[in-house]
């Protein structure tokens, strides 16, 4: 397994969740991670990704000032911290791994995640 996800879960509106994304074998290698999410009879659509340093993100304007992504190179792991959560945040997260910088194009993203499943009630 090269990318495993966890962290999600069932919360209130206006709740926190922090997800994890753990890296190993090939996508340790790749220098972009980045936070998708999928929610039932809709498309794949970005959330955030990070640069291998840590230094430059970026957002899909629905989370930004409420979700912040961020990682841990000595733990082969990115974060997903998700603050004010809604009931249209309910969806699948999954992340990503890849070598394209601060795309939020899913395709060029090599490594895939599982998921895990986000539900926000109102």
């Known amino acids: 397994v090269q990318l495993q996800a966890s962290g999600g879960g069932l919360v209130q509106a206006g709740g926190s969740l922090r997800l994890s994304c753990a890296t190993s074998g090939r996508a340790l290698s790749t220098p972009a991670m980045g936070w998708f999410r999928q929610a039932p009879g809709k498309e794949r659509e970005f959330v955030a990704t990070?640069?291998?340093?840590?230094?430059?993100?970026l957002y899909e304007d629905s989370v930004k000032g409420r979700f912040t992504i961020s990682r841990d190179n000595a733990k082969n792991t990115v974060y997903l911290q998700m603050n004010s959560l809604k009931p249209e945040d309910t969806a699948v997260y999954y992340c990503?791994?890849?070598?394209?910088?601060?795309?939020?194009?899913?395709?060029?993203?090599?490594?895939w995640g599982q998921g895990t499943q986000v539900t926000v009630s109102s």
């Open positions: 990070i640069t291998w340093s840590g230094r430059t993100t």
């Open positions: 990503a791994a890849g070598s394209t910088l601060l795309t939020k194009v899913a395709a060029a993203y090599d490594y």
